[in-house]
């Protein structure tokens, strides 16, 4: 099995899926392609039909998007949803509604680990999608978090979907109290997040689009 991703310090996308590769236990090797650099399209798609990063190979079978890879692994390793059905319907809901959502904070705070912008990007719109994500958060916590640290107890699909957010609330300065807060610091002590981030640091690769703030 292959992951094909891109930066670890701006590619949140790819952090969905690997994240979630890791924590299934599932043994995969990575393909790392640095994005928008002269011929990083054409090295996705040779991997990728989408010509976007995340892509999984599995001996050949093919699936792209973090959401489709992370029900493709889920399959593999049913523990990555919750067993409870509503507990496994509301994590499909949040996971969903991240995947498709809170575009003011994609596009004000985009993910990207090597930086400290605390104090930046926060607009009305943002401040709702803050809000938001808070809340799912607590009520997660609240109605099913019994039994470990994470939105469903047990690391889930969904707590793999609101990992980037994470790092962004890191690198923007956003630390909400309360269970959600607790949440926050849970995902960042996460071993494979630390993993994660350690490598975008390591990284030499700027992408200035994504360097908003200097």
Request: proline share 7%.
């Given at each position: 099995?292959?992951?094909?991703?891109?930066?670890?310090?701006?590619?949140?996308?790819?952090?969905?899926?690997?994240?979630?590769?890791?924590?299934?236990?599932?043994?995969?090797?990575?393909?790392?392609?640095?994005?928008?650099?002269?011929?990083?399209?054409?090295?996705?798609?040779?991997?990728?039909?989408s010509g976007?990063?995340?892509?999984?190979?599995?001996?050949?079978?093919?699936?792209?998007?973090?959401?489709?890879?992370?029900?493709?692994?889920?399959?593999?390793?049913?523990?990555?949803?919750?067993?409870?059905?509503?507990?496994?319907?509301?994590?499909?809901?949040?996971?969903?509604?991240?995947?498709?959502?809170?575009?003011?904070?994609?596009?004000?705070?985009?993910?990207?680990?090597?930086?400290?912008?605390?104090?930046?990007?926060?607009?009305?719109?943002?401040?709702?999608?803050?809000?938001?994500?808070?809340?799912?958060?607590?009520?997660?916590?609240?109605?099913?978090?019994?039994?470990?640290?994470?939105?469903?107890?047990?690391?889930?699909?969904?707590?793999?979907?609101?990992?980037?957010?994470?790092?962004?609330?890191?690198?923007?300065?956003?630390?909400?109290?309360g269970a959600?807060?607790?949440?926050?610091?849970?995902?960042?002590?996460?071993?494979?997040?630390?993993?994660?981030?350690?490598?975008?640091?390591?990284?030499?690769?700027?992408?200035?689009?994504?360097d908003l703030?200097?």
């Amino acid at each position: 099995m292959k992951l094909i991703i891109g930066n670890k310090n701006y590619s949140s996308w790819s952090l969905r899926a690997w994240l979630a590769a890791r924590e299934s236990g599932i043994a995969f090797g990575e393909i790392d392609i640095p994005l928008f650099i002269p011929g990083s399209r054409e090295r996705i798609l040779s991997h990728s039909p989408s010509g976007k990063v995340p892509c999984l190979n599995d001996h050949g079978v093919v699936v792209w998007d973090s959401l489709a890879i992370g029900e493709y692994l889920a399959e593999k390793q049913p523990a990555l949803l919750p067993a409870d059905p509503v507990a496994r319907a509301t994590a499909r809901a949040v996971t969903a509604e991240m995947h498709s959502g809170f575009q003011q904070l994609r596009s004000k705070m985009p993910m990207n680990i090597r930086k400290d912008y605390r104090g930046f990007g926060h607009t009305p719109e943002v401040d709702a999608d803050i809000a938001r994500i808070v809340a799912i958060w607590n009520d997660c916590r609240a109605r099913f978090g019994q039994g470990g640290p994470y939105l469903f107890g047990r690391f889930s699909l969904a707590d793999a979907a609101f990992a980037p957010v994470c790092f962004r609330f890191q690198t923007y300065g956003v630390q909400p109290d309360g269970a959600a807060g607790e949440y926050l610091a849970a995902m960042l002590s996460n071993p494979h997040m630390q993993d994660w981030a350690a490598a975008a640091r390591a990284e030499t690769e700027s992408i200035p689009a994504e360097d908003l703030y200097g």
